[in-house]
């Protein structure tokens, strides 16, 4: 795993800069089963004493209070010290018993920042999701008004790679890959395919990060910590290079059209096809094989890549010697 060669952290301001899309929630992060919330009971003194209306006893009265829906008010911050976040919030409420198929039951959603409910009292468990960073809890629904804050512990990341040196890419070849922390075959995928530069809210925590550039080998990985109400600038570094490709009949001659071309790394894999007389691609650092076929004549040039910036690869039309 290659290191994070610049590493930025600063406090979070601003915290509507930091909106995104909500992810898709999981509400089995709180496995607690909860216990069910006891029906309050009426007084029998009280009860003996107290005519009821024609028809209503004492206890069906308060069962049809505890059975009106309340006011709920929900809101979340980043951290438990922070603002109350004003936008870009996602509230779902479940109850709290699985059905059949072992699903939690949806019963309400709001995406108000400050979400204003109505539930019967009870027991229900509540699932924000602010960007990436998303928290599940139980809620208890009394008669009367509820309220319930909820604190992420979030914090954000944003990425860019460059190439050793600090020869900068362009961000159309750039995108990144954020995976939970871990061995290989344990990590879960957060977000792929993020373009460079965009800001991921995320819950505090180590994530696995991999950076693309290109999109054939040149990949480099590292694993960053998000901390809570912190924005975390990263960079990280590729050795590989952006080549270009051409046949040409003499060094510095035209390029000659509609050449098939194939790149295999030392190895004998292919690792890029592509036809026309110009392309070009991204490369690891490495040693290759570059072969060059025009009608059924196959012309081929080995060339070791290093890490730099753009390069222009000649194929003569003849057997290459040297690199």
Sequence with gaps: MLPVSRLITGVLFGLSSLVLPPATP???????EIPPLPRPRPDRDAAQSTPTPTGTTAADAIAAVTDVPQAVTLTA?????GPTIPEGVVWRVYETAPDAAGNMQLVA???????????????YVVHAAYGRAQ???????????????????????RLNSAVTGDIPIAPTQLRFDIFTAGSESDRVPIAEGLPPNDI????????????????????????????????????????????SLKLVSEEGGEAI?????TI????????????GAFPSTVLAEGVYVILAKQGEQVYNREVEIVSGGSREIEVLTSVYQGT
């Design 135 to 157: 928290l599940s809890e139980p809620l208890s629904v009394a008669p009367g008004q509820n309220e319930k804050v909820i604190d992420l512990e979030a914090g954000a990341l």
């Design 77 to 81: 911050r980043i951290t438990q010290d």
């Design 264 to 275: 295999q790394t030392a190895e004998g894999a292919t690792v890029f096809t592509e036809r």
């Design 257 to 261: 059209a509609d050449v098939e071309w």
């Design 200 to 243: 991921v809210t995320l819950n505090a925590g180590t994530y696995h990060i991999v950076s693309h550039f290109g999109t054939i080998n040149a990949t480099v990985r590292a694993d960053l910590r998000v901390e809570p109400g912190e924005l975390t600038d990263a960079t990280l570094y590729h050795h590989a290079s952006e080549v």
């Design 109 to 123: 959603k709001s995406e108000a920042a400050t979400a204003q409910l109505e539930l019967p009292p009870g027991q």
């Design 26 to 32: 999981s509400v089995a992060q709180d496995t607690t």
